[in-house]
């Protein structure tokens, strides 16, 4: 059996204190001076606080000491979003949290027509940089930002439509389909594991070693027109995504 690196015997110490409610939520690491005074050299704290940190055991910030975050998962039913209840309702990012027992809220960007990535192009049909509008957020879970979702409409649909405001929209595009005349249909998942890029990084306030996901779902209607691509990107500290298949 290989042997233990000291920076992985202080980081199972410091997991164990997590867990045990010696260090709770919230809570400060021991300062590099106390954990020097236990024999640990500061690359060896240094790596060890890189451990803890891709595992979403802690949050550290510029000029501020490393704190122990919660082990509260969001747990994402991609299905939710999609289908509606039996009353025509679908679940809001807001009512979902508010389920787990946190607040959920989001922080709507510039709307607007941009140029189509690659990726958003080929889902929506039509050329890369071509024009399409986006609505860009940062969804909150008490606070703290934990996923990017900024959603892409092709022009045609979202030109003076609700799609296009600068505000909330009340139904989403579910809504917009709707009095459109348009009825929703597939609606597809692709799921890769990157480096979060500069701009991620700064949009969820995180380190270039935090693990993320990114996520691609687009939606087409009945008859076959795509009418929406969302890119998510999700902190995979504190997601959990469950799918549930039909049988048919």
């Known amino acids: 059996m290989a042997r233990e690196l000291k920076s992985e015997a202080l980081a199972r110490e410091l997991r164990e204190q997590m867990d045990s409610g010696q260090l709770p ?14 024999q640990y050299s500061t690359s060896t704290i240094q790596t060890a606080v890189a451990i803890l940190r891709r595992e979403g055991r ?4 510029q000029g501020a000491r490393p704190r122990v975050l919660p082990r509260r998962a969001i747990i994402a039913r991609s299905a939710s979003y999609v289908t509606a209840d039996q009353e025509g309702r679908r679940a809001t990012w807001k009512q979902q949290l508010a389920e787990l ?9 510039r709307v607007g027509e941009v140029a189509a990535p690659d990726d958003v192009a080929a889902l929506l049909g039509v ?11 940062v969804m909150l879970a008490d606070g703290e930002p934990v996923q990017l979702a900024d959603s892409y409409y092709p022009l045609d649909l979202a030109s003076g ?5 600068q505000g909330p929209i009340r139904g989403g595009v579910y809504r917009v389909l709707a009095e459109a005349g348009l009825e929703p249909g597939d609606c597809e998942e692709d799921l890769t594991f990157p480096q979060p890029t500069a701009e991620e990084q700064e949009r969820l306030r995180i ?8 996520m691609v779902r687009a939606l087409w209607t009945t008859t076959g027109r795509p009418v929406a691509v969302e890119v998510m990107v999700l902190r995979a500290d504190r997601h959990r995504l469950t799918y549930r298949m039909p049988a048919q």
Request: glycine fraction near 12%.
């Open 25 to 38: 939520p919230g809570a400060p690491l021991p300062t590099t001076a106390e954990l020097r005074e236990r």
């Open 127 to 137: 050329e890369t940089g071509d024009s399409v509008m986006c609505r860009p957020r």
């Open 161 to 165: 439509s609700p799609l296009a405001l």
């Open 207 to 214: 380190g270039p070693d935090v693990c993320i996901v990114r």
């Open 58 to 61: 802690i949050e550290s910030r």
């Open 101 to 109: 027992g946190m607040v959920g809220d989001q922080m709507l960007g």
